[in-house]
């Protein structure tokens, strides 16, 4: 089958693409209200785009009723925010923390989700969660029709969980994967596991 995209409608382009491109991490972000609550939304057109400096990317839409996304809102305004990799433990939450709630509703509170100091960083993180970066904006970006806000954040400081953490015999950082046990993101309403990991070494 070849499948011409010019001829989809914008969501069938989407449905294609989310259906495709797998699995896709998933961006968990904790971002400042404003109003002594901290929003949660959870974003999976995400990746790792740069080391030097250390930047991540999401991608944030709008609301079907055409507004930005709070965490988008959030960030402009503040530009801290913390983006946690979630665990298979934690997918519930994590997609129940999509819900489009009341103003003045946290998805922290509505999920009962800990929060605990994340130090050095003026924002918490999850208590739960085994990874978290605290970022800084870098830079936003609007693309497409829609448009989409692309988010740049700079990784500032990473909180890894020790049980997640081991040294090679090199004494250099190991971060266990079956540790992280990270969602991977499907299309519709589907998620993955990590499956089998093999080391294969890179070609001189
Ligand atoms: C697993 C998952 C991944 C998502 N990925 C994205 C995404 O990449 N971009 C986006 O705009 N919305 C995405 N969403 C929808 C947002 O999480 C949702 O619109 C959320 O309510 C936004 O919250 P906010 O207005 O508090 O920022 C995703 C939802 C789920 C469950």
């Known amino acids: 089958m070849n499948i011409d995209l010019s001829q989809l409608s914008t969501s069938e382009v989407y449905s294609t693409m989310a259906q495709t491109l ?8 904790l ?4 109003d002594g609550h901290y929003n949660l939304a959870p974003f999976s057109y995400f990746s790792a785009i740069c080391s030097d400096p250390p930047l991540i990317m999401f991608s944030v839409g709008k609301k079907p009723d055409g507004n930005p996304k709070d965490t988008r809102i959030n960030i402009e305004k503040r530009r801290d ?3 946690h990799i979630p665990s298979w433990d934690l997918l519930e939450p994590m997609n129940e923390s999509a819900a489009t709630l009341p ?3 946290s998805e922290i509170d509505a999920q009962g989700l800990a929060l605990t100091e ?3 960083f003026r924002l918490p993180r999850l208590r739960d969660s085994r990874l978290a970066m605290a970022c800084e904006l870098y ?3 609007e693309i497409g029709s829609a448009p989409q806000a692309l988010i740049f954040g700079r990784i500032l400081n990473i909180y890894i969980e020790d049980e997640a953490v081991e040294k090679n015999a090199e004494g250099k950082l190991r971060i266990r994967p079956e540790r992280l046990d990270p969602v991977g993101r499907l299309g519709g309403p589907n998620y993955t596991k990590l499956g089998r990991i093999m080391n294969l070494p890179r070609p001189k």
């Open 103 to 105: 103003a003045g509703v």
């Open 81 to 83: 925010f913390v983006l």
């Open 118 to 120: 994340f130090s050095g």
């Open 139 to 141: 830079q936003i970006q």
């Open 31 to 34: 971002s400042d209200n404003g």
């Open 22 to 29: 797998i699995p896709r991490p998933i961006a968990w972000v």
